[in-house]
């Protein structure tokens, strides 16, 4: 079993910046594909970015967060970070972590942001950016 705890949420103004974690315990973290996705009151949850085995492996990123948000992860700590910059009202919502234990890495778009594609999920830290 994998259990992951994100932290670092928050409330903050526009454009401010925000770094998430999370951290895994369990597991063979270092070989998994990871991801964060988000859910907006009332919205569907939507992926927001993943990130490779490795550290320098490939990254996708949903189209609005591109050129603001960086996904990363240190696998000697266990963690994935999402670092968010230049926030915006609109990406107010719960962020949650999830990992997929069937594969290393994703090869195109589709199935990197494959809601069902994860198999572990943590319980979310919300993030609040005020107008």
């Known amino acids: 079993q994998v259990q992951l705890v994100e932290s670092g949420g928050g409330l903050v103004q526009t454009g401010a910046s925000l770094r998430l974690s999370c951290a895994a315990s369990g597991g063979t973290f270092g070989m998994y594909a990871m991801g964060w996705f988000r859910q907006g009151s009332g919205k569907e949850r939507e992926f927001v970015a993943s990130?490779?085995?490795?550290?320098?492996?490939?990254?996708w990123y949903a189209d609005s967060v591109k050129d603001r948000f960086t996904i990363s992860r240190d696998n000697d700590k266990r963690t994935v970070y999402l670092q968010m910059n230049s926030l915006k009202p609109e990406d107010t919502a719960i962020y949650y972590c999830?990992?997929?234990?069937?594969?290393?890495?994703?090869?195109?778009?589709?199935?990197?942001?494959?809601?069902?594609?994860?198999?572990?999920w943590g319980q979310g830290t919300q993030v609040t950016v005020s107008s």
């Open positions: 999830a990992a997929d234990s069937t594969k290393g890495f994703y090869s195109d778009y589709a199935d990197a942001s494959r809601r069902g594609q994860y198999n572990y």
């Open positions: 990130i490779s085995w490795w550290s320098g492996g490939s990254t």
